[in-house]
């Protein structure tokens, strides 16, 4: 790859993208992002309302785009997601697990329901996308899995009771490694992307202010993070121009797991 090659580096036409939690926040504006980098999206999700408005604005740019319903949690409705997609689309090359949620009960009063919730969204449907997905891309000897993870699955919020999502986040970041390292012969790459805090709809808190200044205060740049400063990211992991990385964690949090 040479230097004269930066712009095309960051392209994703030709690309078909799978974005998995695509109709909001992290999610939502990767599948934007995604597709003005020229790429063909599919959004898939529980809540298909809210892809749908994801669709509209993607298709104004010009690009193949459907919505999809899924339940990550669900082996076979991920079986069923890929089915429909199949029908539509030739390949998938790149696929973004952002499907999440969080509880933030503490641990002594934690449910095993709102425990298995947690793991259940965030972690085995990590891995059942992965799984589903990467047999299509080991056909086509080729494609790129970014997943997302949390800081918080390497370190715990200061003043947060989210055990279960902490823990969610660790095991997404053990099993991005060993994916990687078991699908590196394929040229599979996985990645995982590890933000802080991002003004999203799964942190409804921030919108009160009494309650963000501690927690801006234990931020080195003193803000929390918009969407598209992850989905930037997201499309560097997507793209050519991180083409020797797998197994990696990238974490982008405003320095807050510097301290
Ligand atoms: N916002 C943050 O501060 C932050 C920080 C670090 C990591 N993350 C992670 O980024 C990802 C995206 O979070 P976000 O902030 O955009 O939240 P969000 O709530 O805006 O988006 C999460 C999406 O997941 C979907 N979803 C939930 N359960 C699902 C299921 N069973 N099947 C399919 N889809 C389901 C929701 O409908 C929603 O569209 C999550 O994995 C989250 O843990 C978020």
Redesign the pocket.
């Known amino acids: 790859m040479t230097r004269s090659n930066i712009p095309s580096m960051f392209s994703l036409k030709g690309k078909t993208a799978l974005i998995?939690?695509?109709?909001?926040?992290?999610?939502?504006?990767t599948a934007i992002t995604f597709a003005e980098a020229g790429a063909d999206v599919i959004v898939?999700?529980?809540?298909e309302e809210?892809?749908k408005s994801v669709y509209h604005e993607m298709t104004k740019l010009g690009i193949k785009s459907k919505v999809l319903k899924?339940?990550?949690?669900?082996a076979s409705?991920v079986e069923q997601m890929i089915n429909d997609l199949l029908s539509s689309f030739d390949s998938i090359d790149i696929l973004v697990?952002?499907?999440?949620?969080?509880s933030r009960v503490p641990a002594e009063n934690l449910s095993e329901e709102d425990w298995d919730n947690v793991i259940?969204?965030?972690l085995k449907?990590?891995f059942l996308c992965c799984k589903c997905v990467a047999k299509i891309m080991m056909k086509q000897k080729e494609g790129n899995i970014i997943n997302?993870?949390?800081?918080?699955g390497m370190i715990v919020n200061k003043d947060r009771t989210i055990s279960a999502?902490c823990s969610?986040?660790g095991g997404?970041i053990m099993l991005t490694k060993s994916l990687a390292v078991e699908w590196a012969k394929y040229n599979i790459r996985v990645n995982a992307?590890?933000?802080?805090?991002?003004?999203?709809?799964?942190?409804p808190w921030?919108r009160d202010r009494q309650i963000n200044k501690p927690t801006i205060d234990l931020i080195p740049m003193q803000r929390?993070?918009e969407?598209s400063e992850?989905s930037a990211t997201a499309l560097f992991l997507a793209s050519g121009a991180s083409s020797y990385m797998t197994g990696s964690v990238l974490t982008v949090d405003g320095g807050y797991t510097s301290y």
Do not use: C, H, Q, W
């Open positions: 998995v939690g695509g109709s909001s926040g992290i999610g939502r504006e898939a999700d529980i809540n809210n892809a899924v339940d990550v949690a669900d409705s697990n952002s499907a999440g949620i969080n259940d969204i965030n449907g990590t997302l993870a949390s800081m918080s999502y969610s986040k997404v992307l590890a933000p802080g805090y991002v003004m999203t709809p799964i942190n921030m929390f993070a969407p992850i």
